[in-house]
């Protein structure tokens, strides 16, 4: 399917279940005339115009075989500055361990597996580097954040003690 | 600005100075990284603001912003990548004077240009700013709903894709500001029940998502190649070298100025505006692209220039004309600061941190350029493995350090994967912030102005500046439209003829 297709469904998707969202939003004695959910339905309406128009210019320009052969070439071309999807989303899968792990075991360890998971990911050389620069990494973090900002990082519900 | 005395005051009983030269040295840093703009430098450090003095936290960022400038400069020249969008004109004549042994001279030549545009950027926002914003002192919340919308309206239609795609982004931005209590009544909206968003999603969080996270992640697995000569040192202009200059430094200062005044112009225009319109106007034509001095110091004065000219609007009437001022923008509603005329008002002080800082910055980025050069070099020779590591741990104790909440952390990464589908399907992400960060403000305003009037909508015509500001919205969504419609004509009579 055509990007901006697939763009203008999702935003149509996106302006309905938001729409049907606001709906739900309480009233409230206090409320204007607008009220806490007229700006919200207002805005789901004009984002599922524009999804519509997006997905019927799609189509439009599909059935021409002209401006959208041009955008699509342009497309690809960004693609390939990108990292493929299965790699982006594997970077922030690394990002959503790190939020699981943090309260358990803490922020040195936590910032420590994430920086030698990462360099890993990114194709460092497995040597005795990277546990070094992660240690280092997570020592480091810990004084910046911790000690000179005074940041209250977790210390880890499994090692509670040892770094407070 | 107010008296002398609060700048004397503001030199010695603060620590501005240590701000500047803070600020200045990370923007050096991480504009000398490759694929680490401006805005994303500021992005990185604005959770650390948090907890900061409201104005010596907007003066770090403006600091950030004139620092990452210049870094920029720094692998354009050396290893012929642009560490910043806008330091890309200097590729052109600053790695062929490297190639020709002469980088120390490049480097000197782009540092001082960069001073020079700096100076004058600063005096261009000293002048205009305070007397810009007395025009907005005459805002009602219609006015106030009118340049919102206006904002919107501009960013998106001079962002890159097209008309539709913006507008859609600032909309959804919109949508994103309005999760929270509701600023009039205080109903709950979207949130769920889960507590974490009685409060809304912080900007911050939106800018660190969308600007740092989706860079990390479009850099994912690309190959490490860069490597700088260690053994560089600058080499500062002569004085009959900067005389020599001074032709090309003043395009680049004008076409700064305009480029910084213009929504969505932004340095990477102004830069190549400025290279072209300085061999237009140089004795020595022909050298451009040969390793021209001028061809170094026309871009760099320019894009330096609009690190400053570009808070002109931002300051005056709250509407940021790039990404670097909506992070500026960001790091103000942050502390509570309403943008545009009420600042000049209620934080006079902050509009002279900004001032000072900037000055500061400016002049100590001669020796801290130099100081800083090794420590450059050393960081842009780092292999990326370990650097998307390291940037990826900073991003995220940074924005713990908000609310000390992992829910947080959660919002960043999903805003991150929003905005790499966004960059895959080309949708620009400037206007979403803008729609974050200007919704409150849009929101409110037509909520209040309604109220005066009784619910009748034509408050918004009767009101002269809310009519004029929305006229001009609806002019650039019209000829932004008008001018799709002609590219898309174009490329199909092109394809018609091949």
Redesign the interface.
Known sequence: MN??L??GVV?MA?AGT?YA??TQ????T???????????QV??I??AI??F??AG?ALLSMK?N??T??EAK??DD??D?????P??????L???A??LL??LIG?VIA?AL???????????PRTWVVPA??IG?GVL?WAI?VKL?G???PVGSLFQGLFS | MSTFADIIHLLTETPIFFVAIIGLTWGILGGALPGISASITMALVLPFTYTMDPAQAIALLACVYIGAEYGGSIPAILIRTPGTNSSAATVIDGYEMNRQGRAGEALGISLMSGVVGSLFGLAMLILLTEPLSWLALAFTPASYFGLGILGLSVISSMSSGSLLKGLAAAVVGLMISTVGTDPISGVTRFTFDIPDLLGGIEPVLVMVGLFALTELMSQSGSLNTLKLNASIRIKLPSLALMNKLKRSQFIGCILGLFEGLTPGGGGSIAAFMSYNEARRWSKTPQLFGKGSEEGVAAPETANNTVASTAMIPLLSFGIPSSNSTAVLLGGLLMHGLIPGPRLFEQSAQVIDSIYVGSFIAIIAQIGIGILILPACIWLVNRPRYYRSGFIFALILSGIYTLNNSTFDLGIALMLGLVGYLMRMTRFPVLPMILGVVLGHMVESSYRRSLVLSGGDLRIFLEDPISLGLLSLAFIFIFFSLVREFREARKAKLKEVHS
């Open positions: 990007k901006d697939l763009s935003l996106v938001y969202w606001s939003i309480a009233d409230s206090l409320s204007d005339e607008i009220g806490a959910g007229g700006l919200p805005l789901a004009i984002l524009l999804g128009c997006l210019r021409l002209s401006a052969v041009n342009d497309d960004e693609e500055r990108n990292a493929p999807f790699r982006a989303v594997g970077f922030l690394f990002g959503a790190y939020v943090l309260p922020y910032t994430l920086i030698a998971a990462i360099a890993i990911y990114e194709g460092a620069a992660a990494g973090y954040f900002l940041v209250n990082q």
